[in-house]
């Protein structure tokens, strides 16, 4: 089993910037790809950033491209997304994910985080 908790969410301006984190523990070593997704409301869960745990290699959806980055700290077993230049439509829950899957797809999602909130006001 794995468990993920984030941590890090809040309230903030547009084009301001938030920091997620997502500790880790368990069988993390099986865990070959992590990410973040977002849900609001209504809406289907999106990917939003993803890392290859071994390589660092990473991906992003379009719509944070430039904006967010993914990263990791193997040390710590947490992982993060630094979040800029946030936008309204940036508002949603956040999630921390991670699986056995490569991260293309972002069909890796194997366990997942509680969830937590990030919203973005004018």
């Known amino acids: 089993q794995v468990q993920l908790v984030e941590s890090g969410g809040g309230s903030v301006q547009a084009g301001g910037s938030l920091r997620l984190s997502c500790a880790v523990s368990?069988?993390?070593?099986?865990?070959?790809?992590m990410g973040w997704f977002r849900q609001v409301p209504g809406k289907e869960r999106e990917g939003v950033a993803a890392?290859?745990?071994?390589?660092?290699?990473?991906y992003y959806a379009d719509s944070v491209k430039g904006r967010f980055t993914v990263s990791q700290d193997t040390a710590k077993n947490t992982l993060y997304l630094q979040m800029n230049s946030l936008k309204l439509e940036d508002t949603a829950m956040y999630y921390c994910?991670?699986?056995?899957?490569?991260?293309?797809?972002?069909?890796?999602?194997?366990?997942w985080g509680q969830g937590t909130q990030v919203t973005v006001s004018p």
């Open positions: 994910a991670a699986g056995r899957g490569g991260c293309g797809g972002w069909t890796f999602t194997s366990y």
């Open positions: 368990g069988y993390t070593s099986t865990m070959r790809c």
């Open positions: 890392i290859y745990t071994r390589d660092g290699i990473t």
